[in-house]
């Protein structure tokens, strides 16, 4: 199973980007994804994780209000909806899940994407 995110770009202080993450080899309709990133020269942020009864589970304080998940059943995508983004935004951004229905910390049981690069920067 091999997870995909895309949407990553450059934007503008102030703006918004939306992510995507998918799956193959397994419908993401099944489980909870978690999105985290990881900035040059600083650790991993866990940012947030919906699960499979889509409630959404907040683990940084610094996106709170500004980051939101959402599913499409139809589509089998997560998304993450990234608004007022700030230049400490600045990352790249993964999903990760471990396939099951719960939001539980990630750890070695996660599968992860590729990453997709956010650059917020005017």
């Known amino acids: 199973v091999q997870l995909v995110e895309s949407g990553g770009g450059l934007v503008q202080p102030g703006g918004s980007l939306r992510l995507s993450c998918q799956a193959s080899g397994f419908s993401l309709n099944f489980a909870a994804v978690s999105w985290l990133r990881q900035a040059p020269g600083k650790g991993r942020e866990d940012l947030l994780c919906i699960n499979l009864q889509d409630v959404t589970t907040d683990y940084l304080d610094s996106v709170k209000g500004r980051f939101t998940l959402s599913r499409d059943n139809a589509k089998k995508t997560v998304y993450l909806q990234m608004d007022n983004l700030k230049p400490e935004d600045t990352a790249v951004y993964y999903c990760?899940?471990?396939?099951?229905?719960?939001?539980?910390?990630?750890?070695?049981?996660?599968?992860w994407g590729q990453g997709t690069r956010v650059t917020v920067s005017s």
């Open positions: 990760a899940s471990d396939f099951g229905p719960n939001c539980v910390g990630i750890g070695p049981s996660h599968t």
